[in-house]
C-alpha cells in the first residue's frame, strides 16, 4: 500500500474540475477521473519516486488544460507534459510549493524541510531555471531539522517545534 495523493483541475479543456489520482509508490501510477466520468490512466512507469504532487492543476504551457505539477524525491520539478523530463532546482528537501503561471512563465516558491524559502522563475517551454531567490524566515536558525509548511493562496505559515511565524503571500 503506497500513500496516495489528488490533484484537481480542468485536466480535458471542458471547464470543469477533474480530479487526478496518485498512487505514489515505488513505482507511480496515476489515474484522471474526467467531470464527465471517463476515465484514464496516465502513464507513469518511467517515472522516478515522487515526493510532492501540486494539488490543484496549474496551465504552465498555456495551451487552456491545467498540468500536473510535481517535485521528485531528488528535488526536481516535473510535469505530465514534459514526460520523464524535469528541472533541477538548487533545494532538494521540499515539502511544499506554490506555483503560478504569468505572461508565458512560471513562478514557483518552494519551502523546505528546515524553512528556507526559494522563489524560482522558469521558463516552461525551454524548462530553463531564469532566477533565484532564497530566503531564511527571521526566526529560523541553522540547527532546526525540520520545518512544517502550510501554503494557502495568500499565506505560508511555517511550524518549527518552538515558533509558529506566517507569512503573508499577494499575488
Do not use: C, H
Not at 112 to 118: A, E
Amino acid at each position: 500500500i503506497a500513500p496516495i495523493d489528488i490533484a484537481l483541475g480542468d485536466f480535458n479543456g471542458d471547464n470543469k474540475e477533474d480530479i487526478f489520482i496518485l498512487d505514489n509508490g515505488y513505482n507511480p501510477t496515476g489515474y484522471f477521473i474526467y467531470s464527465d466520468g471517463n476515465e484514464e490512466k496516465s502513464d507513469l512507469s518511467d517515472y522516478p519516486r515522487l515526493q510532492f504532487l501540486n494539488e490543484k492543476g496549474v496551465d504552465i504551457n498555456f495551451d487552456g488544460i491545467d498540468d500536473l505539477v510535481i517535485i521528485n524525491k531528488n528535488g526536481e520539478l516535473m510535469s505530465n507534459i514534459w514526460g520523464t523530463k524535469s528541472i533541477s532546482l538548487s533545494e532538494k528537501k521540499i515539502k511544499n510549493i506554490i506555483i503560478n503561471s504569468d505572461n508565458g512563465f512560471i513562478y514557483l516558491t518552494s519551502i523546505s524541510q528546515t524553512g528556507k524559502v526559494g522563489n524560482y522563475s522558469i521558463d516552461p517551454l525551454t524548462r530553463s531555471v531564469l532566477s533565484t531567490n532564497f530566503e531564511l524566515p527571521a526566526f529560523t536558525e541553522k540547527d532546526y531539522n525540520q520545518a512544517f509548511s502550510l501554503a494557502t493562496f495568500n499565506e505560508i505559515i511555517m511550524v518549527t517545534l518552538i515558533f509558529v511565524i506566517s507569512f503573508l503571500w499577494f499575488n
